[in-house]
């Protein structure tokens, strides 16, 4: 859980500097699956067990690669162009809620009392740093690409609910491949004319590198020990693993800030930190809270 903590706070930061590069989030995203489909493929057969998957079961993997490339993996890099990494790691920390919510509401259980005041509680947190009272072209901009994110977030909580019963039926590495890879070719015909009129040689230094994070670390490292965690707990536990990636990401933010690798306005004034406290804090109680 330590490492993905650490993982997500680098994934926030860096992928920031890769969707300003590159400035179109649809050759960004089938260029960062196309790097991780080749990693996967490269392994499979050795450190990758074979896929034997039922046609069923090839069809719910299907599911999951839309939910993970084409959707979340797009959405995310769309809002992180607009916004900054902060909101994002807050936003994702949305995570836990999302999955209670979702998971109560397939199986027909009505949260408690204490459970629904603790996401009233978080969500007041989100609302804060949205400032939704507050006007600007920088806020404005800041606005659309949270939105963007929290779509993120929603496709994230759909596809850890929907690969936790599979997962734990297959091989956790072979279903992250292979929802992975079916993800990027579903987008391939969507993404095949930007992909060639693309001028790559415009991104620079630092837009390769969050690229080679996001495939190596992010796609590749961190979806293998969500999956992996997704074996042995419930969803709900898992998503827990978000709660500490706000505080992280501030912190690193910061240091980038300050060492001159981030160059703006961060958006880490007290209404962020207000905001980080409440939602935080509305996360702990709706996890603490009893049934």
């Known amino acids: 859980m330590v490492l993905h903590v650490l993982g997500a706070a680098g994934t926030f930061i860096l992928s920031k500097a890769a969707a300003t590069s ?3 989030p649809l050759v960004l995203t089938f260029t960062r699956g196309i790097g991780c ?28 690669g839309i939910l993970l490339v084409p959707l979340n ?19 994702y920390a949305m995570t836990p809620i999302g999955v209670l919510l979702l998971s109560s509401g397939l199986a027909g259980n009505m949260p408690s009392f204490m459970k629904l005041s603790g996401v009233v ?10 400032r939704p ?17 929290i779509g993120a977030v929603f496709c994230w909580v759909v596809y850890t609910i929907m690969a936790s019963d599979i997962i734990r039926k297959k091989n956790a590495l072979t279903v992250t491949a292979w929802s992975l890879i079916l993800g990027v070719l579903v987008m391939l015909p969507m993404a095949a004319k930007p992909m060639m009129t693309f001028d790559f040689s415009a991104v620079s230094n630092a837009g390769w590198f969050g690229l080679g994070y996001m495939v190596v670390i992010t796609s590749v490292v961190m979806m293998i020990l969500w999956n992996i965690l997704l074996q042995h707990l419930t969803p709900v536990q898992v998503a827990i693993t978000t709660n500490a990636q706000p505080l992280a990401t501030t ?6 800030s300050v060492a001159g690798f981030l160059q703006g306005d961060q958006d ?24």
């Open 251 to 256: 912190l690193l933010v910061a240091v980038f």
């Open 37 to 64: 489909a080749v990693i996967f493929l490269i392994f499979t057969g050795w450190k990758i067990p074979k896929p034997d998957f039922t046609l069923k079961e090839w069809a719910r993997l299907l599911m999951l």
């Open 268 to 291: 880490l004034g007290l209404m962020f930190i207000l905001g980080m406290v409440l939602s935080i804090s509305g996360v702990i109680i709706t996890q603490k809270a009893r049934d």
């Open 73 to 91: 993996q797009y959405c995310f890099l769309k809002g992180l162009e607009l916004s900054v990494p902060g909101h994002s790691a807050l936003i």
């Open 22 to 24: 590159f400035a179109d």
């Open 121 to 130: 509680i978080a969500f007041s947190g989100v609302m804060v740093v949205l």
């Open 133 to 149: 009272w507050e006007s600007g072209a920088q806020l404005s901009e800041l606005r659309i690409g949270d939105l963007w994110l």
